[in-house]
């Protein structure tokens, strides 16, 4: 009698594992091109480089079927440079996304770990590096649309779609012990689709971001390249930053036939340890169109507009983008695309996404490369 007791409590916890279906999907992006910059700290520079269109990433996906409409889930993501093979986002094994949660068909999903802002999700997919392919970031991407950093310790809240509506939230902690607002962020954001319409609009704010508290929310990729142009104060680049806050709306109009109209307007808000303060404006829009399946036109300008405060500056950024992209499968596609950007006013610095600042007014990229997407 024991061993049949045994015998079906083993049975029935085989027929449990059974039951909970779960499944983990490997996917990633290889990207790589060749580029030639007219100046690049004073020279003229032929490069290759990673990511030119999507960043270079492997990861993982995991779902289990927890029953009654309720899923365990989680995703691990690395980033890496394909020219050298080494990691990227400060050499995290998973430093684009590491988190793991618990997801409800009418309840949403709930996740924690190192996560994007409402910015990536609602605001990110009418930039025109994403609607037009190539890498006209807005100045310094001090908006985070192309992902320069990504939020520790982050709680993230995402509903379900209703009628077309969906929001999420983000709070990622300090985890420092009596400091909560050092080094913390928060983020809510909303998007709406219907028929041809997308739009999204979100919010950002970080509190004293940075490496002066490494187990924070934002830290090390928060300084980790020269595009960055405004994480210091414009008066001393020992000063950093002790608020920083983004506003945005955008969407996109498909008016069929491959034709797509994208539209951006952000605006971020730094206020320096030194009491002074930037408030930089991004006027951006798109448009992309297939010419035929497998071939897509692109075209974009952004103006953009600083205004300083504790100095008198007003620095100006224009940036135009003509672009090319041929698919020659699903999954593999070549491009060609020319990115300018001109600059005025001071404290103003002409610097493309990937590339060191130029020491005219004036920086232009042309480059080619290939996508393999699995």
Avoid at 6 to 35: D, R
Avoid at 54 to 82: W, Y
Avoid at 130 to 138: Q, R, W
Avoid at 330 to 337: A, E, I, N, S
């Amino acid at each position: 009698m024991r061993r049949c007791i045994i015998a079906g409590a083993i049975l029935a916890s085989l027929a449990g594992t059974t039951w909970a279906q779960s499944n983990v999907t490997l996917y990633g992006v290889l990207s790589e091109g060749i580029g030639l910059v007219n100046n690049e700290g004073g020279a003229s520079s032929v490069k290759m480089l990673g990511g030119t269109n999507q960043n270079n990433r492997i990861g993982f996906k995991i779902a289990e079927d927890l029953g009654g409409g309720m899923q365990a889930v989680g995703q691990l993501e690395n980033g890496f440079d394909i020219t050298s093979g080494k990691f990227q986002q400060g050499g995290r094994m998973f430093g684009r996304q590491a988190f793991v949660g618990l997801s409800d068909r009418s309840l949403g999903t709930v996740t924690i770990g190192r996560q994007y802002d409402m910015f990536w999700d609602y605001i990110a997919p009418y930039a025109a590096p994403s609607a037009a392919v190539g890498l006209a970031a807005n100045p310094g991407d001090a908006d985070n649309l192309m992902g320069s950093w990504r939020y520790n310790n982050a709680v993230k809240y995402a509903s379900p779609t209703f009628g077309g509506f969906s929001a999420e939230a983000l709070y990622a902690f300090s985890n420092a012990a009596g400091q909560f607002g050092v080094n913390r962020a928060f983020s809510v954001g909303a998007g709406y689709q219907s028929s041809g319409l997308k739009v999204g609009l979100a919010y950002v704010q970080l509190d004293s971001p940075g490496v002066a508290h490494p187990n924070g929310a934002v830290t090390d990729d928060y300084f980790g390249a020269p595009f960055e142009l405004f994480h210091t104060s414009p008066l001393n680049g020992n000063v950093g930053v002790q608020r920083q806050r983004n506003y945005g709306i955008a969407g996109s109009y498909d008016f069929g036939n491959g034709v797509k109209l994208n539209m951006l307007v952000d605006q971020i808000h730094f206020e320096y340890l030194d009491g002074t303060s930037l408030r930089l404006s991004n006027y951006g829009t798109s448009l992309s169109w297939f010419l035929t399946p497998a071939l897509m036109l692109g075209a974009s300008y952004t103006y953009s507009q600083g205004k300083y405060g504790g100095l008198d500056a007003n620095p100006h950024w224009n940036t135009a983008m003509l672009s090319v992209d041929y698919f020659l499968s699903k999954r593999t596609d070549v491009y060609l695309y020319d990115v300018v950007q001109r600059v005025s006013g001071p404290y103003a610095v002409a610097d493309i996404f990937l590339n060191a600042p130029s020491t005219s007014r004036v920086q232009n990229m042309l480059l080619a490369g290939i996508r393999h997407r699995f």
